[in-house]
């Protein structure tokens, strides 16, 4: 038992501090540690920068173009970018649709998209969701019929993230509405956003932003060579897409920044706290950063596991501790911030004093999408405890 | 012992639950006005200065009206807030008492203070001119200022502390307008040598330190019904969306771990509603320690209540809790103000 890293490990460590100190813009360092919403060409220019040196997609193998590191350097690298307050590389492309394409896209597929997935020529968004396709993802109601050399899709994603800046959407439709099972006759197709019959329209969150996003699909013909892998096998994709999207789920060096920004405003003048308030609230952050340490070593303990090569249903562990500590940490830093985080901004409508409040609504979210924490549980139970 | 509304009572009740829900449905009429015209405003001031001589149980019953209808009401900061800081002036002002209680004049209450816990002394100052006050200094969120004629605003002075009256056009005055998070339109004001006359002071001394903390007991008291209103509406909801919205083939009704946090939720609510209910029957106890304890108590149920309700409320209802258009979403931010108001205190 060991906890230290391989010198290796560390060299490395210091290569990916040093250049994200020399390549990241101030203005996006700024709005990631104040917890601010980024512009799309932030979030652009960030994982150009990265794809430079070959680094915006640290999941996938050199293979695929990817650094083709391992499990551990992966931890080192977000890890590092969440303490420089570096974005992450875009999650749409880099965690989901990559590794799909990767281990199931025909070679034609492979040569139009992963480049310009890896460089955001293409953003992506996750076409999944739908109104009565929520926890319960395998009740998806979207339809594509075949059509000579086109598939011609009906129906309504819900809960789009980013789509408004995207120019294509990975998407789950029913190719088999008369298969046995509701998992059956469900196929994994790209969509080009720009088709006509696509209608994409904003949800407003209570966090004041718009992130989201409902998109309508009337009549859309999207060519069968954009269908991934095997027509009726999407449901395959689509787990192991999510199974992808739950490593790393654990957002660690999130949750450190936020109690970053909690000591800040312990510190402040501005928080006007009594002297017991602020022993209280100083206690609390300790608490929250003893468990944060503790799902780190859990996190590790599943990396490893994964780093020899096995599935590990605690991931679950991650995503419910991970999301409990971002939800605490950010409830922690309203009640610091106190009167002075009251006022509030909409998106566009100029900037809050303080995104406390916004950062903590945002994150009642996190419990709901990824898996709901409810969901996650029964997963824990039947998968990992055997009940 | 006895928890049931009078006659009464239960009438304003459901005048108020009626007038609410109207406007939460159309938000095109001036709610302030049909307030004033059903005597809401004048219910909790003395019968000689144009009210209705009603006291706090009746306060709980429109707060709580309010909450449960989700409609944003300036009641709080006038009527709650500023309207206690004139009844109980050392010399109640009539005119302006009537004023207020008939909706021809608003007054609001300029208190908090960027860094300044709310029951110390103020940082906003006022030196003696010999027949009038020159008040410099800065107030934040203060809830509905931009429809006050007048500004009830706490200020040091040399060897304490006072309650006074400026003009919201006084000389002097400056105002910047935001949005809190729940909705309440509420302003920055500055005070740059504002002059106010003698007259002006509602109270000096150890009678301003009373005044103001007795403000902050009937806001808290409000405040504590307001979110046991809300707390009802967002569990009315949740239990709605749980029995109708299907997944898995099952309604969400069926899934034991959350019809485990509905109940959890009720427990929470039926706390707080006894929180306010005790609020309202103390808040004019003569005896200032014990009204004191009771408050702060009240204070520590009712905002973990409001923690747990709005977020379990949230979580049930998956994503359509988290959107700006949906009423669980907006109650959840209401609650979450007030929780955080509960704590400070
Ligand atoms: C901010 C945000 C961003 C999102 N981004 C995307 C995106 O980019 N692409 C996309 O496709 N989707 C996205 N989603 C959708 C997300 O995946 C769904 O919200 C999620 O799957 C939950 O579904 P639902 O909202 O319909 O809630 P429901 O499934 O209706 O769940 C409601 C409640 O019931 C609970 N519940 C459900 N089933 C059970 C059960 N069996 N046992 C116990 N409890 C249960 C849930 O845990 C939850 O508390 C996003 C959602 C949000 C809020």
């Given at each position: 038992m060991d906890l230290s890293f391989s010198p290796e490990d560390i060299a490395f460590r210091d290569q990916v501090r040093a250049f994200v100190a020399q390549n990241l813009s101030p203005d996006t360092r700024r709005k990631v540690e104040q917890g601010r919403a980024l512009d799309k060409a932030d979030v652009v220019e960030w994982q150009r920068t990265l794809n430079r040196v070959g680094w915006a997609t640290p999941?996938?193998?050199?293979?695929?173009?990817?650094?083709?590191?391992?499990?551990?350097?992966?931890?080192?690298?977000?890890?590092?970018?969440?303490?420089?307050?570096?974005?992450?590389?875009?999650?749409?492309?880099?965690?989901?649709?990559?590794?799909?394409?990767?281990?199931?896209g025909s070679d034609a597929q492979k040569a139009r998209f992963l480049k310009a997935t890896a460089n955001l020529d293409i953003w992506w968004a996750q076409g999944f969701s739908?109104?009565?396709?929520?926890?319960?993802?395998?009740?998806?109601?979207?339809?594509?019929?075949?059509?000579?050399?086109?598939?011609?899709?009906?129906?309504?994603?819900?809960?789009?993230?980013?789509?408004?800046?995207?120019?294509?959407?990975?998407?789950?439709?029913?190719?088999?509405?008369?298969?046995?099972?509701?998992?059956?006759?469900?196929?994994?197709?790209?969509?080009?956003?720009?088709?006509?019959?696509?209608?994409?329209?904003?949800?407003?969150?209570?966090?004041?932003?718009?992130?989201?996003?409902?998109?309508?699909?009337?009549?859309?013909r999207v060519p069968v060579g954009d269908r991934v892998g095997e027509e009726n096998q999407g449901w395959t994709y689509a787990k192991y897409l999510l199974s992808n999207e739950r490593t790393g789920i654990a957002r660690i060096g999130m949750t450190r920044r936020i109690l970053a920004r909690v000591a800040d405003a312990l510190a402040s003048v501005e928080a006007g706290l009594t002297e017991a308030a602020q022993a209280r609230h100083a206690v609390e952050a300790t608490a929250i950063e003893a468990e944060l340490r503790a799902l780190e070593i859990t996190q590790l303990r599943v990396l490893a596991a994964q780093q020899a090569g096995q599935t590990d249903p605690r991931s679950s562990i991650l995503k419910i501790k991970g999301v409990e500590l971002r939800q605490a940490a950010s409830e922690l830093l309203l009640r610091v911030v106190g009167p002075a985080g009251y006022a509030f901004a909409y998106e566009g409508q100029g900037e809050a004093p303080s995104e406390a409040a916004s950062n903590y609504f945002t994150l009642r979210a996190a419990s709901i999408y990824g898996g709901a924490s409810e969901v996650q549980k029964n997963i824990i139970a039947s998968s990992v405890l055997g009940l | 012992m006895n928890f049931d509304l009078s006659e009464d009572q239960a009438m304003l009740k459901d005048t108020a639950e009626r007038l609410f829900a109207q406007a939460a449905g159309d938000s095109s009429g001036d709610l302030w006005a049909r307030?004033?015209?059903?005597?809401?405003?004048?219910?909790?001031?003395?019968?000689?200065?144009?009210?209705?001589?009603?006291?706090?149980?009746?306060?709980?019953?429109?707060?709580?009206?309010?909450?449960?209808?989700?409609?944003?009401?300036?009641?709080?900061?006038?009527?709650?807030?500023?309207?206690?800081?004139?009844?109980?002036?050392?010399?109640?002002?009539?005119?302006?008492?009537?004023?207020?209680?008939?909706?021809?004049?608003?007054?609001?209450?300029?208190?908090?203070?960027?860094?300044?816990?709310?029951?110390?002394?103020?940082?906003?100052?006022?030196?003696?001119?010999?027949?009038?006050?020159?008040?410099?200094?800065?107030?934040?969120?203060?809830?509905?200022?931009?429809?006050?004629?007048?500004?009830?605003?706490?200020?040091?002075?040399?060897?304490?502390?006072?309650?006074?009256?400026?003009?919201?056009?006084?000389?002097?005055?400056?105002?910047?307008?935001?949005?809190?998070?729940?909705?309440?339109?509420?302003?920055?004001?500055?005070?740059?040598?504002?002059?106010?006359?003698?007259?002006?002071?509602?109270?000096?001394?150890?009678?301003?330190?009373?005044?103001?903390?007795?403000?902050?007991?009937?806001?808290?008291?409000?405040?504590?019904?307001?979110?046991?209103?809300?707390?009802?509406?967002?569990?009315?909801?949740?239990?709605?969306?749980?029995?109708?919205?299907?997944?898995?083939?099952?309604?969400?009704?069926?899934?034991?771990?959350?019809?485990?946090?509905?109940?959890?939720?009720l427990v929470a609510l039926e706390q707080a509603r006894s929180m306010a209910m005790l609020a309202a029957l103390s808040v004019e106890d003569a005896d200032q320690e014990e009204r004191r304890k009771t408050l702060a108590q009240v204070r520590s149920v009712v905002g973990k209540s409001c923690k747990l309700v709005g977020q379990t409320a949230v979580q049930l209802h998956g994503g359509i809790g988290v959107t700006e258009e949906h009423p669980v979403g907006r109650g959840f931010r209401q609650l979450t103000l007030i929780d955080l108001e509960m704590e400070r205190g």
């Open positions: 999941s996938w193998p050199a293979s695929a173009g990817g650094p083709g590191w391992s499990a551990v350097q992966r931890y080192i690298f977000m890890d590092e970018l969440y303490a420089a307050c570096a974005p992450e590389p875009l999650s749409f492309n880099v965690s989901m649709i990559g590794p799909v394409l990767i281990a199931y739908e109104p009565g396709a929520g926890s319960d993802l395998a009740a998806l109601s979207a339809t594509a019929v075949r059509d000579g050399d086109y598939y011609v899709v009906n129906g309504q994603k819900l809960w789009q993230g980013m789509a408004h800046r995207a120019d294509w959407m990975f998407t789950l439709v029913r190719t088999d509405p008369k298969a046995a099972k509701k998992q059956g006759g469900i196929s994994f197709l790209l969509i080009d956003l720009k088709s006509p019959g696509v209608t994409i329209r904003p949800i407003i969150t209570i966090d004041g932003r718009h992130e989201v996003n409902e998109v309508f699909l009337d009549d859309v | 307030m004033a015209e059903l005597g809401l405003l004048a219910a909790p001031f003395a019968e000689e200065d144009g009210g209705l001589g009603l006291g706090p149980v009746e306060t709980m019953i429109l707060a709580e009206a309010a909450g449960r209808a989700q409609v944003l009401t300036p009641y709080a900061s006038v009527i709650a807030a500023a309207g206690t800081a004139l009844r109980l002036a050392t010399t109640p002002p009539s005119a302006l008492i009537s004023g207020l209680a008939g909706g021809e004049v608003r007054l609001a209450w300029a208190h908090e203070e960027l860094g300044m816990p709310s029951d110390q002394a103020r940082r906003t100052r006022a030196r003696s001119t010999g027949d009038g006050w020159i008040v410099t200094g800065r107030k934040i969120n203060v809830a509905h200022a931009a429809d006050a004629a007048r500004l009830a605003v706490t200020v040091t002075i040399d060897g304490g502390q006072l309650v006074l009256l400026i003009p919201s056009d006084a000389r002097g005055v400056s105002r910047r307008d935001y949005q809190l998070f729940d909705g309440t339109p509420a302003s920055e004001i500055s005070f740059y040598e504002v002059t106010a006359e003698a007259s002006a002071v509602l109270a000096s001394g150890g009678e301003a330190i009373v005044l103001m903390e007795r403000v902050r007991e009937h806001l808290t008291a409000f405040r504590a019904a307001e979110a046991v209103g809300l707390m009802q509406a967002l569990l009315d909801a949740t239990l709605e969306h749980l029995k109708t919205r299907r997944q898995f083939g099952e309604p969400l009704a069926s899934f034991q771990a959350l019809r485990h946090k509905a109940a959890d939720m």
